[in-house]
């Protein structure tokens, strides 16, 4: 039973008992349809969810496409996984600049839903096919930290790590044989996280040929 100055609710499992307001009125319609699943919009919870029973993310909505030049945005993209298949080079990607805007000091208790700040979202990106071109930062004052691994099939490995400087990958995959230095060959993959005001995490694993060579560059 919980308890408020608007509203009495008594909860039985699997079924709700009793629901009424504090002059007696009974409103059970929506919290029935609530209580047994109805879909949820754009939600946003000011504490940690939680499950003890794992997360499902599922449907088309849970992976993007595309085949040429794209600008990801957070609305579209962050948190699922977006799948290239190139239809023509060079092929340029972009990630959106990090928002890292504290919260108003007028916002009341907790975190304010309405606040832009994209620190934690991810973008992760999977190539189905060859892809030569860039992925690079909308803002040149956000950088990169953290390492990819290109490796070659059945052979040589190596990890790269981003300079101080770097905000772009720059792949070759389409070079041909033996010319894939840095990586970009179909099933390559990397993920960016924004993890603190201009500066994005990067990991991943990049299929390359010939002599592999660093991947990332400065803008």
């Known amino acids: 039973m919980f308890t408020s100055p608007l ?3 008594i909860i039985e499992r ?6 009424v307001d504090w002059l007696g009125r ?13 879909k949820m919009a754009n939600t946003t919870f000011d504490g940690p969810v939680r499950s003890k029973n794992g ?16 600008d990801l945005t957070v609305a ?9 298949d190139p239809a023509a080079t060079p092929t340029a990607l972009t990630i959106p600049a990090i928002v890292s805007t504290a919260d108003s000091a007028v916002a009341g ?14 973008f992760e990106i ?35 790590v981003p300079a101080a400087a770097n905000n772009e990958v720059n792949l070759n995959g389409e070079a041909g ?3 894939a230095t840095t990586g970009g060959l179909k099933g390559s993959r990397i993920k960016f996280t924004a993890v603190a005001a201009n500066l994005y995490m990067v990991e991943g694993l990049l299929i390359g040929d010939g002599t592999i060579a660093t991947p990332f560059d400065t803008q």
């Open 7 to 9: 509203f009495l609710c």
């Open 14 to 19: 699997p079924r709700i008992i009793i629901y």
């Open 126 to 160: 999977l190539f189905k096919d060859n892809f030569t071109g860039t992925i690079k930062t909308a803002s040149t004052d956000d950088k990169f930290v953290g390492s990819v691994m290109i490796g070659v099939d059945d052979g040589a490995k190596k990890a790269f």
């Open 109 to 122: 208790p907790g975190s304010d839903p309405n606040n832009a700040n994209t620190i934690g979202t991810t």
């Open 26 to 38: 009974r409103y059970r319609d929506n919290i029935l349809k609530l209580y047994k699943g109805e």
């Open 76 to 84: 579209d993209n962050a948190g699922r996984i977006f799948a290239i």
């Open 55 to 70: 997360f499902q993310n599922i449907g088309p909505g849970a992976t993007t496409n595309a085949t040429l030049a794209t």
């Open 177 to 179: 044989a033996g010319n």
